[in-house]
């Protein structure tokens, strides 16, 4: 009976040490059960032309600009707090801004990326904040969302929130030309959880299309994908018919701008990156539409922690069986 005692006093002891304090494990004491982020800077973005040189949004044709946020949520056993999708057009107002934050108890977000600390608490929370449009090479576009969950005691929580910037222009050559395409990146994603069993994901995806007004029947034109350029960090990259065609080429391709971190288990994962990107096309006469995609999402999600209290009273418990027992032999 010694030994089964022995064994409840050390359940006891294990159970207080990994719940003592609300979902702490190793990360960073009193840190949310779960966090995720991500952030992607664009600046210094050009379209640059062989023949006449900078191309700006006075050489633009059909130009359309949106930066939606997607009903960030954050929940705590299902009570939902959700911001309203928001549409904003950069382009006739440059200094317009993007934010969105949906909280549940005594959300916080963080003052600054991937740093500090929250007290204890049972919170869950998201954000979205994008700030220009991607194509004026003086003002970044920042596109940053967050989602983040603390549990103390018996519950569930779950927080996500997405964004995308999508931009779309025409133009029409009237000769062949060849295009530059460059601008610099700067990248953040973390995906943390101190405990295991749900989940922590941060997700960015960049990409630009090129397609061709062409007559496919006669009578009938469609834009065709000419160039499809997706950076993964590597210039083998597939760049579509252009690239078969023999008429673009990547110039720089430093890391991935499409790329997941996320855990299911107790970890802490960042993923960063800085530098410059650029393509080249070689596009004959016509009519040319240029799509750009600017995509950010996390999300976070906790389940229900054993309160500290009832732990202790488990191990009591358990103890007390082993007392008992001892006194029937």
């Known amino acids: 009976m010694r030994k089964l005692n022995t064994i409840a006093a050390a359940v006891s002891t294990a159970f207080l040490a990994g719940y003592g304090l609300p979902a702490q494990a190793d990360i960073v004491a009193f840190g949310p059960a779960a966090y995720a982020e991500s952030e992607l800077i664009v600046s210094n973005f050009r379209l640059k032309s062989a023949i006449t040189g900078d191309i700006t949004a006075a050489n633009f044709t059909n130009l359309k600009t949106d930066v939606r946020g997607q009903s960030p949520t954050a929940s705590i056993n299902n009570v939902v707090a959700a911001g309203l999708p928001s549409s904003i057009d950069p382009i006739t107002n440059p200094g317009a801004s993007f934010d969105v934050t949906a909280s549940v108890g005594a959300y916080t977000p963080y003052v600054s990326y991937g740093v500090g600390t929250l007290g204890a608490g049972t919170f869950a929370g998201s954000s979205v904040n994008h700030i220009g449009s991607g194509l ?27 964004q995308t910037l999508t931009t779309e222009f025409t133009l029409t050559l009237l000769q062949e030309d060849t295009f530059n ?33 062409i007559e496919v ?113």
């Open 136 to 162: 004026d090479p003086l003002n970044p576009t920042l596109a940053q969302t967050q989602a983040q969950v603390n549990i103390n005691g018996i519950a569930k929580g779950g927080a996500n929130s997405a």
């Open 181 to 213: 395409v460059t601008f610099t990146a700067d990248l953040f994603q973390r995906a943390a959880l101190a405990q295991p069993g749900v989940a922590a994901n941060s997700v960015v995806n960049w990409g630009l299309k090129v397609e061709k007004n």
């Open 217 to 329: 029947a006669p009578g009938f034109f469609a834009f065709v994908p000419v160039l499809e350029w997706n950076p993964n960090g590597g210039l083998a990259g597939s760049l579509g018919l252009c690239s078969v065609a023999g008429t673009c080429s990547e110039l720089d391709d430093p890391f991935s701008l499409n790329s997941q971190v996320g855990t299911l288990n107790i970890a802490d994962t960042v993923n960063t990156g800085s530098g410059d990107f650029g393509v080249q096309a070689r596009l004959d006469a016509g009519d040319y539409r240029f799509s750009i995609g600017h995509t950010t999402f996390v999300n976070a999600e906790s389940t229900d922690l054993p309160e500290p209290v009832s732990l202790a009273l488990l191990g009591i418990g358990l103890a007390g069986l082993g007392l008992t027992r001892r006194r029937k032999a």
